[in-house]
């Protein structure tokens, strides 16, 4: 997309107006690209994974950015196909609506300032759904936004009087090793208040996901706070509200993570976890069916013996047989097996003598009776 704007250049100049009537209202992440655009006007080519990096934010909280304020009629923004095409910083004066796409341009020509390069990006973002308990945890990217949500000046100070609000931002920040932002001061504000998680159920989520971090060795950037954000979620999901519930919570989890790689090892899956619809069966077969991991193992090994392929319909019908049965240990496992054996002995005994039978029938029934009689 290509942004233009008639607003000089050489220095970064900031509309009173700006500052008086729009910044206050805006959401502090908002106002930080609004000043960025700014800044870039007068240089040269940069694409939206660049801005978003610059800003540390992903590219639909860019885009969520660049849409508040063509709201607001300070930027003219022309979309195609679902692609920003061209973007026209306005002066904040200047408000013109126009019908079907949004654009707000100057009447005056322009020069062209700085091109932006940029993937179609949906103008929609999914909701965040329940996952069914155990919920999986998932690594957040770039690509992937959580609903946006802005706490007012006057709100969160109304929230800071609470101590163990006041108190949980503090330890946060610790673990985080930085000032909170506006948007992390958004996402543990609505923790908190709209989901009713308590401080030290937030400080432990804090700690948890900062050590699974660090155990990753992942990098302390936009993506950690993502992160906290998505467990909280899943946890208010399966109704983990209390310091004991989340800690019970994450452990499901690590007992969920575990088994995973272990059905992966067992049915030879090398290079790759397993997918959605195998995570599926798994838990299906953990958490409705009650099925101990030793025998959802053997299944597996089973599978693999009889199929000499990964076959989860199969697995899972193995394991729903033995559901059936009540088998819940690899001794009643050994014991249905033999009596398997032994009822299938009787039975081909059973159709071996009805063949017998059948054949001594049908020699009698060649015979001639009446030669028989004879003699």
């Given at each position: 997309?290509?942004?233009?704007?008639?607003?000089?250049?050489?220095?970064t100049s900031?509309?009173?107006?700006?500052?008086?009537?729009?910044?206050?209202?805006?959401?502090?992440?908002?106002?930080?690209?609004?000043?960025?655009?700014?800044?870039?006007?007068?240089?040269?080519?940069?694409?939206?994974?660049?801005?978003?990096?610059?800003?540390?934010?992903?590219?639909?909280?860019?885009?969520?950015?660049?849409?508040?304020?063509?709201?607001?009629?300070?930027?003219?923004?022309?979309?195609?196909?679902?692609?920003?095409?061209?973007?026209q910083?306005?002066?904040?004066?200047?408000?013109?609506?126009?019908?079907?796409?949004?654009?707000?341009?100057?009447?005056?020509?322009?020069?062209?300032?700085?091109?932006?390069?940029?993937?179609?990006?949906?103008?929609?973002?999914?909701?965040?759904?329940?996952?069914?308990?155990?919920?999986?945890?998932?690594?957040?990217?770039k690509?992937?936004?959580?609903?946006?949500?802005?706490y007012?000046?006057?709100?969160?100070?109304?929230?800071?009087?609470?101590?163990?609000?006041?108190?949980?931002?503090?330890?946060?920040?610790?673990?985080?090793?930085?000032?909170?932002?506006?948007?992390?001061?958004?996402?543990?504000?609505?923790?908190?208040?709209?989901?009713?998680?308590?401080?030290?159920?937030?400080?432990?989520?804090?700690?948890?996901?900062?050590?699974?971090w660090?155990r990753e060795?992942?990098?302390?950037?936009?993506?950690?706070?993502?992160?906290?954000?998505?467990?909280?979620?899943?946890?208010h999901?399966?109704?983990?509200l209390?310091?004991?519930?989340?800690?019970?919570?994450?452990?499901?989890?690590?007992?969920?993570?575990?088994?995973?790689?272990?059905?992966?090892r067992?049915?030879?899956?090398?290079g790759?976890?397993?997918?959605?619809?195998?995570?599926?069966?798994?838990?299906?077969?953990?958490?409705?069916?009650?099925?101990?991991?030793?025998?959802?193992?053997?299944a597996?090994?089973r599978t693999?013996?009889?199929?000499?392929?990964?076959?989860?319909?199969?697995?899972?019908?193995?394991?729903k047989?033995?559901?059936?049965?009540?088998i819940?240990?690899?001794?009643?496992v050994?014991?249905?097996?033999?009596?398997?054996?032994?009822?299938?002995?009787?039975?081909?005994?059973?159709?071996?003598?009805?063949?017998a039978?059948?054949?001594?029938?049908?020699?009698?029934?060649?015979?001639?009776?009446?030669e028989?009689?004879?003699?």
């Amino acid at each position: 997309m290509r942004l233009n704007s008639s607003l000089p250049t050489g220095f970064t100049s900031v509309s009173h107006i700006f500052i008086d009537e729009y910044m206050a209202a805006a959401n502090g992440e908002f106002v930080k690209t609004y000043l960025l655009l700014l800044r870039l006007q007068e240089e040269g080519e940069i694409t939206l994974a660049e801005l978003a990096d610059r800003l540390e934010q992903t590219e639909k909280d860019v885009l969520r950015a660049l849409r508040y304020w063509a709201r607001e009629g300070l930027l003219g923004m022309e979309e195609k196909d679902g692609e920003i095409t061209r973007l026209q910083l306005q002066t904040p004066s200047s408000r013109r609506e126009t019908q079907g796409t949004l654009f707000l341009s100057q009447p005056a020509p322009v020069e062209e300032a700085i091109s932006f390069v940029q993937e179609a990006v949906p103008a929609a973002m999914p909701e965040t759904t329940a996952a069914p308990a155990p919920v999986q945890e998932t690594a957040v990217n770039k690509e992937e936004a959580l609903p946006s949500r802005s706490y007012s000046g006057a709100k969160l100070l109304a929230l800071k009087e609470q101590p163990d609000f006041e108190q949980m931002l503090f330890v946060v920040e610790r673990y985080l090793g930085r000032p909170l932002t506006d948007r992390d001061l958004d996402v543990f504000a609505y923790l908190y208040d709209e989901l009713h998680f308590p401080g030290e159920v937030l400080e432990y989520l804090a700690e948890y996901c900062v050590e699974k971090w660090e155990r990753e060795e992942k990098k302390k950037d936009y993506r950690l706070v993502r992160y906290m954000e998505k467990t909280a979620l899943n946890w208010h999901a399966a109704g983990a509200l209390t310091l004991p519930q989340a800690k019970k919570q994450t452990q499901l989890f690590a007992d969920s993570h575990a088994m995973s790689h272990e059905v992966a090892r067992e049915l030879g899956l090398r290079g790759r976890g397993l997918s959605p619809e195998e995570e599926g069966y798994l838990s299906l077969w953990q958490n409705e069916l009650n099925m101990p991991r030793e025998l959802v193992l053997e299944a597996c090994r089973r599978t693999i013996r009889s199929k000499k392929e990964v076959d989860f319909r199969y697995t899972d019908g193995i394991i729903k047989s033995w559901a059936k049965e009540d088998i819940r240990s690899l001794e009643q496992v050994k014991a249905a097996d033999e009596r398997h054996q032994n009822e299938g002995g009787k039975k081909q005994e059973k159709k071996a003598s009805a063949k017998a039978g059948t054949d001594y029938r049908s020699v009698l029934s060649r015979l001639d009776y009446a030669e028989l009689l004879k003699k």
